[in-house]
């Protein structure tokens, strides 16, 4: 491979690229450049030829037209091991460009700042950046391409050591440039198409092409297990604000967001905790203060808790505060702490503080799910609201006003538990959860058995399901345990057999005409 002879540098951000060149120049490389960098490397006292002089034709249009010429792209593109292109480019006087230094115009900074006009965002859409990107990508096989200052220390080394680079790192280089100039189009897309109105809050439908764009904005110590590599993408740290504490793991992150999601069901509500474990709900409790709430929440079950989440839908006050701080946890997530109480969990060198933002989920109205084979499941989040008007009681008798209380406070939380699902509520608590199990009965029984190692009585209590009952054994077992209401959402084939059964116990049900599948 021969030495690299010519090298064009158009850049708008200009770190490490003065000793990059200065590289360059030393190994006898001719630059060329425009503007603002032509002027930065001039001023550093090395050898630059304008651009504009090389190509005989002046910039135009405001900079918009400056590297779109055939002299530019031809000594980009043609094949150096092709005669026919090779005598094309000399016949045409396109001397061959070897080396190309590209950082993009700063779209994404630009439109990240507060009130930027779309006249503004338009003005930094690069368009010869990309282009030249591309050309020199294209041909890989000749030409080095360089669009992250991170790389100049490898490519002046190789640059250094033999007048070129090798193969396998112009590989990866262009790459780069491919991955870089996809994610680059996603954010002016994403941008441009809540500028003109065409992104609604909730989209209406699956998108034809699904763009997935989000940098890299933590590296993880491991995933789901030590063996996982894992990282963060996206806009997590715009919603979350990490207080104290060791940072955050992958299943951290996992379980806080199902809290949050849980939690943000009761926003605007009298004072609410959940404690999670896994994703899964293990407690939801109300009361006329948080510490009341969470004794309430902490009853459900006082096994599970340990290591667990924890959500206030309410600035944490220190005597909640201390109630927590007697049991092991992993994370606290709140819209604010108290002074006292934020003094007091600090003393707490492992546990993690996290104040959240609004509602992240909000932000992102659609789930994406990776299902291997470089394949994705899209589906609208499941944001839907149940109101005591939207309930069809399907029984002689009409649940009691605590009953009715019971039956939305519970529908909230088993919206939030694995499927199979099962929950038994009080108008302010949860009794007893049962949560993905492949026998609806199971989870029943599973409620049961844990409010039972609580100490609480099901007697009085809802029975809350996220999908109907398939046969009536379910919802007699919810009576036998105590449960004098249900709520489901209805449409089994023995619907009628299901009514019947708790007709037969005086039990109230409403059918909600939904259901809450969770996987």
């Known amino acids: 491979m021969p030495k690299i002879v010519r090298a064009l540098l158009s850049v708008s951000d200009k ?13 006898g490389v001719e630059l060329i450049s425009t503007g603002g960098t032509a002027k930065a490397l001039r001023a550093e006292g090395l050898p630059v030829i304008e651009l504009s002089d090389y190509t005989g034709f002046p910039e135009m249009l405001d900079g ?76 890989h096989e000749f030409v080095t391409v360089v669009v992250d200052p991170a790389d100049y220390d490898r490519v002046g080394a190789q640059v250094r050591a033999t007048g070129n680079t090798t193969l396998e790192l112009r590989r990866e280089l262009a790459a780069k440039v491919f991955a870089r100039t996809a994610a680059y189009d996603a954010a002016i897309a994403q941008h441009l198409s809540g500028a003109f109105g065409l992104a609604a809050p909730a989209p209406s439908g699956p998108p034809e092409t699904l763009t997935l764009r989000a ?46 999601s849980l939690i943000t069901e009761f926003s605007g509500e009298a004072p609410t905790l959940a404690i999670l474990k896994h994703t899964n709900p293990c407690g939801v409790g109300q009361g006329a203060n948080l510490r009341e709430a969470w004794d309430r929440a902490y009853a459900t079950d006082r096994q599970a808790p340990f290591g667990g989440i924890i959500a206030v839908n309410q600035p944490l006050d220190r005597a909640c505060a201390e109630a927590i701080a007697e049991i092991f946890s992993e994370v606290i997530v709140a819209p604010e702490f108290a002074p006292d109480a934020l003094e007091l969990l600090r003393q707490k060198k492992n546990l993690r503080l996290l104040q959240v933002r609004g509602n992240p989920a909000s932000a992102s109205p659609v789930d994406i ?23 069809k009681v399907v029984t002689r008798r009409s649940p009691s006003p605590d009953e009715l209380r019971a039956m939305l406070f519970g529908w909230r939380v088993v919206k939030h538990l694995k499927s199979n699902a099962i ?3 009080g108008p302010d608590r949860t009794l007893g959860i049962g949560a993905g199990q492949m ?46 209401a249900a709520i489901q959402p ?29 996987h």
């Open 369 to 391: 799910r990776s299902v291997g084979a470089d394949s994705f499941l899209w589906q609208e989040r499941d944001l839907r609201v149940t109101s005591a008007s939207d309930l």
């Open 215 to 260: 940098g890299r904005s933590q590296q993880l110590r491991y995933g789901e297990n030590p063996h996982q590599k894992a990282a963060l993408y996206g806009r997590f740290s715009e919603y979350y604000a990490q207080l104290h504490g060791k940072e955050l793991s992958y299943n951290n992150i996992l379980d806080l967001t199902a809290a949050v």
């Open 423 to 425: 929950a038994y509520a």
């Open 490 to 518: 209805g449409g089994s084939v023995r619907d009628a057999e299901v009514v019947a059964a708790a007709d037969a116990r005086g039990m109230a049900m409403v059918f909600t005409g939904h259901r809450h599948f969770r």
């Open 15 to 27: 770190s490490g690229l003065v000793p990059f060149a200065r590289i360059l120049a030393e190994a």
């Open 64 to 139: 918009r037209v400056k590297t779109l010429h055939p002299k530019v792209h031809g000594g980009l593109l043609h094949l150096r091991d092709n005669a026919e292109h090779v005598a094309t480019t000399e016949r045409h006087g396109i001397p061959p460009i070897d080396l190309v230094v590209v950082n993009l115009y700063p779209f994404e900074q630009t439109v990240a700042r507060p009130g930027v006009s779309l006249h503004e965002a338009i003005e930094n859409i690069d368009i010869g950046g990309p282009s030249m990107l591309r050309s020199a990508s294209k041909n």
């Open 439 to 484: 026998s609806r009965v199971d989870s029943s029984r599973i409620a049961v058995w844990k409010a039972g190692e609580a100490g609480l009585d099901l007697k009085g209590s809802v029975v809350c399901s996220d999908a109907f009952f398939p046969f009536p054994d379910g919802l007699i077992a919810a009576a036998e345990a105590g449960a004098t």
